[in-house]
């Protein structure tokens, strides 16, 4: 016989959740928007050092003095735009053919051969660099990791006062909240970091215009394509046309 779920449970965890959740609330001046933050970058810093270790040991790295020094040049001007000089900044040039770079909340910048062999300018390196510093000051991992928690809170709590509906509830909870809640955010992300990363290349000197000409560049050698609707990352033409329509706005060159 199936257990009915009660609607005093349903109202309890519902209750938890929601206290939870409005307590995590905090606003992002440089965002314009309220975040749900149930952890701050401070609280990532160690699983972030772990990560770059490992990455160190594990990926070949480059010993090339110009590419590192490029690197850092073009980072050092970066960083100093958006404010994060209250950190000491390690870089490292992995040697891949994949086109890729990542900056860590705790101050750490890794850039692969593979992007700056795609790349066309320091203005293109400029644009990834501000674009990945930009997740930064958005806080955007504390909140996604803040969300993704969120998320499985809810489900566990669902699981625990179904009863024998449980199961179906954990996976119908689990697909809704990857493709109904957590992937729009990290599309809005994307966008928001876009928009913060041409900030701070134009206050680092650099032209605006070759974000727009980095991400065409960067559709052009993409071989497959995820619809948006199923991806964490904006359209290749979404994107650029947001960034089009921000630099106008902007009055950027």
């Excluded at 040991?57 to 960083?79: E, F, K, W, Y």
């Excluded at 795609?118 to 390196?125: G, I, P, W």
């Amino acid at each position: 016989m199936r257990r009915l779920i009660r609607p005093a449970h349903l109202a309890a965890a519902a209750g938890c959740l929601a206290a939870l959740t409005i307590g995590a609330c905090a606003y992002n001046e440089t965002l314009g928007r309220n975040q749900l933050l149930i952890v701050d970058d401070s609280a990532l810093s160690q699983q972030a050092d772990a990560a770059w270790a490992e990455t160190l040991r594990t990926q070949p790295v480059s010993r090339d003095a110009a590419l590192n020094a490029r690197v850092r040049r073009v980072g050092d001007r970066i960083v100093q735009a958006a404010g994060l000089t209250n950190r000491s900044w390690d870089y490292a040039v992995f040697v891949s053919e994949t086109p890729n770079a990542f900056v860590l909340p705790s101050g750490k910048i890794g850039v692969t051969t593979g992007l700056l062999a795609l790349v066309r300018n320091d203005d293109q390196l400029a644009a990834v660099l501000g674009h990945e510093v930009g997740h930064v000051v958005a806080r955007h991992a504390a909140e996604r990791y803040s969300s993704t928690a969120i998320a499985a809170i809810g489900i566990q709590a669902a699981q625990g006062v179904a009863g024998d509906y449980g199961q179906a509830v954990g996976a119908l909870g689990g697909f809704g909240a990857q493709l109904g809640v957590l992937l729009p955010f990290s599309r809005r992300d994307e966008l928001e970091a876009d928009r913060l990363g041409v900030d701070y290349m134009v206050r680092a000197g650099y032209r605006a215009s070759e974000s727009v000409a980095l991400w065409r560049l960067m559709a052009a050698q993409r071989q497959t394509s995820t619809p948006e609707f199923a991806s964490t990352h904006p359209s290749d033409g979404t994107r650029i046309a947001e960034l089009e329509a921000y630099i106008r706005e902007r009055g950027y060159s």
